[in-house]
């Protein structure tokens, strides 16, 4: 167990230093240098030959990369051009809205689609399996700055549409970032309790007389709850990506919103570190499934 | 863990209940299993009759739209729909329903450009990885792995943020978020089928590798590729109305996101310049996510329900 | 006809299929009757319809199974009209069933002994404690060492043949009336087998139920049945007592089965096999279903569909010409 969790975070070092050096090599090859972003064009050409020479900007790339991996570690990911503030400081005061904003819309997506993924499997092929199916699908199909848009004109006067200064301002960006996960746990819920309903050990149950209720809670949810873990991991990810856009339209000041500025104002740090940052959860986060799903399942826990 | 999975399948098929169903079942084939999908499945028929529709929507967009997508008329700015202007008009009095039907052209050439530059660029790597195997398996692997960490959507973002915004870069974004993930399959299926006796069979007796790949693997790859192909063109449509509607696409591309993005500003007073366009995409995602569903049950005999 | 456990009355189950609007009929016409205390086996090759009878009349059949007509009498009751509600009492409590394959048969991620106690907390009335006590003594009594420690192990700490014990303690676990076992011992190794084997025989003995053997294996029918029933293509094609099927059986399917068990033949014997494969349910013969396969067939067999008759002693066969008459079907000449 121990293990297989050390083996397990040892394999990340690897993407971790790739993930960077992707962003990195991308970021720093980008035309536009970034004194002139910095300083528009107002400056003598003595004030940014030293400034690049303080900003390191004419050093090789290879040691440019080690140094920020270097500073990253120690929790230093630059500064912001635009806003001249450090970005791990930017970052701290953001990632609160966008941890909440994220944790929300999970939880609504676990009460809202692991039951109704249930209830379509137990009922399959009924009227309430085929519509709750048709209308997570749509769900899914919609794209989510549409469905905020939609929403945030409804409710206008109704609910707060913007910023996050209480709680009632999560509740409309919750359901938008929340409702197409939904729809994708109720489907994968749905399928993997139907494949695991045709298992033997099922039919060993109803030949024991339990009924069909506890033959589910008991014998099949645990089955087909194992593999949906895998897919919280994934969340994290389809999470994140959509609260770029919620946090945008809603007026968020999250970690999504600094990271469309960072690119509105070609803020090259910013956009680096927010990017990284996430890439970052999201490999956290399929770590802890993984652990999670070992856990678990007893099949993998003894290995 | 997948394996603990497969192995529980594998048994279970071996030993089903009812043993008697592989007489009355015989293999029918992927192409009659796909026909009969149409026949079983109506929401994957749906699917793909829209996409027949906006594909001629696309095709003959002039002869449908009346009028020039373009032409700016400022004495009528934000008129609600009408018969004169179906889906009333914009800011700028263009006509939003020939926005609409130009933009499918847009909408459906990123739906489909990335997907399939993606589906060649996945299937080649992932053959590699998987029958190269060691050094070269290891790499591109990793590569994946770091791709698949990022939220696709900032990965996305950085591209056009370092390439610039245009159309042609937006393609390179999305081939290059999507990639990934086919890779893997395609790896999966490869290293399972390399075990497979007539590979072996053929190894033995001396066919080249290069053409058991493309005699034998690829062919198998074949249907899952199908699939994922159908499944990632919506998932492009949708990044790219994403980004565009964030203001990262390529602002001279009239595609249905940015006709969103643009009509944002007025959503309260006139909703039709966001609810025409953002229909569009609800509509050809959903067909698109419909007609993959079905492909998918049809050919996946695990997630068969 | 009173000391009969269990009596299945012309059984008809039949298959939907996806895409098909006919359904294959995997049963058709069966007729058997299990006396109390005895052990009959069900024999017939894959497919022949042998377990989706016992799933029928317990009820268990999966989603696109059908029972069509037909009627299973268990103490003056038809299992095939009860009640969900009522059929559940019955199920695990007075019949009991082991499967073919206790490894997907066991839940994997719930301990073994939790399994067993699952039946006795249900109809037993047990508390959590009772419960355990009395399930580490049912699988102390199966067999399985050191039972109070096995009793938190999950269905792959151990191996098939514990397993098979697991199942069958399950199964024992409120004494039955009546245990149907679907092939217990298939997928086990030759010596797992006759301990199993060995192991019901005891328990059968003690507690003097009945037992309904099905199973592809002669040699298992030959170890442990009194009587049996050959099935072929979803109809009972023999029946009688083990004895007089083994010295003179009268089905040429039978014969046919019983020619191709192994055994210590002179050098150089090829082994006997029965030529072709069972129909396809949705294409049967119209005469006797197993005049394609058969040696002896003629033309009366080929278009006239045999009954199920008795030729001496209560020993039925379905054939126009069984075998130790030497008639060759009547009037057609094959």
Known sequence: MGKYITKRVLVTI???????????????????????????????????????????????????????????????????????RSVTALIATAFPYTLRLAVAAALFSWIMGIPVGILSAVKKNSLMDHLSMGLSLFGVSMPVFWVALILQNTFKGVLPVSGANSWQCYILPTVVLGWSSAGRIARLTRSNLLEVMRNDYIRTAR???????????????????????????????????????????????????LAVSAINNRDMPLLQGTVIFTAVLIIAGNLVADVLYSVIDPRIRVE | ???????????????????????????????????????????????????????????????????????????????????????????????????????????????????????????????????????????????????????????????????????????????????AGTARVVRAQTLSLKEKEFVEAARSMGVSRWKIVFRHILPNCLPNLIVLFTLDIPGAIMWESSMSFLGVGDPNAASWGLMVSQGKSYAYMCPWLILAPGLAILITVMAFNFLGDGLRDAIDPYMKT | MQDNILEIHNLVTSFASDGRKDRAIAVNGVDIAIPKGSTVGLVGESGCGKSVTSLSAMGLLPDNGR??????????????????????????????????????????????????????????????????????????????????????????????????????????????????????????????????????????????????????????????????????AGEVVEHADVYALFRDCAHPYTRGLIASLPRMTPKGQRLYTIRGTVPNLRAMPAGCRFAPRCERACKRCWEEKPLLQDIGNGHLCRCHAPVGTNGNGGEGNG
Not at chain 1, 233 to 248: F, K, M, Y
Not at chain 2, 57 to 71: K, Q
Not at chain 3, 123 to 144: W, Y
Request: charged share 20%; net charge neutral.
């Open chain 1, 14 to 84: 690897p993407v971790l230093l790739g993930i960077i050096l992707l962003i990195f090599y991308m970021l720093n090859v980008v035309p536009g240098d970034p004194v002139t972003v910095m300083m528009k064009e107002h400056l003598k050409e003595d004030v940014i030959e030293n400034l690049r020479r303080t900003m390191h900007l004419d050093d090789p790339f290879f040691l440019r990369y080690l140094r920020y991996v270097w500073d990253a570690l120690r929790g230093d990911l630059g500064v912001s051009w635009k806003l001249n």
């Open chain 1, 207 to 257: 030949s024991k007389g339990l009924s069909p209720l506890r033959v589910i809670s008991r014998h099949a949810l645990k089955n087909a709850l194992i593999p949906v873990i895998t897919v919280m991991a994934i969340q994290i990810s389809s999470l994140l990506s959509g609260a770029v856009i919620t946090e945008s339209v809603f007026a968020i000041p999250g970690v999504g919103s």
């Open chain 2, 1 to 179: 863990m997948k394996r603990t999975q497969k192995d529980l399948y594998t048994d279970q098929l071996s030993h089903r209940i009812l043993d008697a169903e592989a007489e009355i079942q015989p293999d029918a084939g992927i192409a009659h299993s796909i026909v009969n999908m149409f026949r079983v499945n109506r929401a994957a028929l749906l699917g793909l009759i829209l996409i027949l529709l906006i594909l001629l929507l696309a095709l003959f967009a002039p002869l449908v739209a009346r009028c020039d997508p373009d032409a700016i008329d400022l004495v009528n700015l934000r008129k609600p729909p009408s018969a004169a202007h179906w889906f009333g008009t914009d800011d700028l009095g263009r006509d939003v329903f020939a926005r609409v039907a130009y933009g499918s052209r847009i909408s459906l050439m990123i739906g489909f450009v990335p997907s399939a530059i993606s589906l060649v660029l996945g299937t080649a790597l992932g053959l590699m990885a998987g029958f190269l195997g060691r050094r070269v398996d290891a790499l591109i692997m990793r590569l994946a792995d770091v791709v698949l960490a990022f939220p696709s959507l900032l990965l996305a973002m950085v591209v056009m943020y370092t390439l610039g915004s245009s159309i042609l870069n937006m393609f390179i974004a999305l081939s290059i978020i999507n990639w």
């Open chain 3, 67 to 232: 029972v069509e007509s037909g009627e299973a009498i268990f103490c003056g009751r038809d299992l095939l009209k009860l009640p969900d509600r009522e059929l559940r009492k019955i199920r695990g409590n007075r019949i009991s069933m082991i499967f073919q394959e206790p490894m997907t048969s066991l839940n994997p991620v719930i301990p073994v002994g939790k399994q067993v106690s699952e039946a006795l907390r249900l109809h037993g009335g047990m508390d959590k404690e009772t419960a355990k006590r009395k399930s580490i003594e049912i699988l102390e009594r199966v067999g399985v060492p050191e039972a109070r420690r096995r009793y938190d192990n999950y269905p792959h700490q151990l191996s098939g043949g514990l397993r098979q014990r697991v199942m069958i303690g399950m199964a024992m676990a409120l004494k039955p009336d009546l245990l149907i076992a679907d092939e217990p011992t298939t997928a086990l190794d030759v010596s797992i087998e006759a301990q199993i084997l060995r192991l019901m025989r005891t328990l059968q003995r003690e507690s003097g139920m009945s037992i309904l053997m099905i199973t592809h294996n002669l040699g298992v029918v030959a170890e442990i049945c009194d009587e049996v029933y050959v099935m072929y």
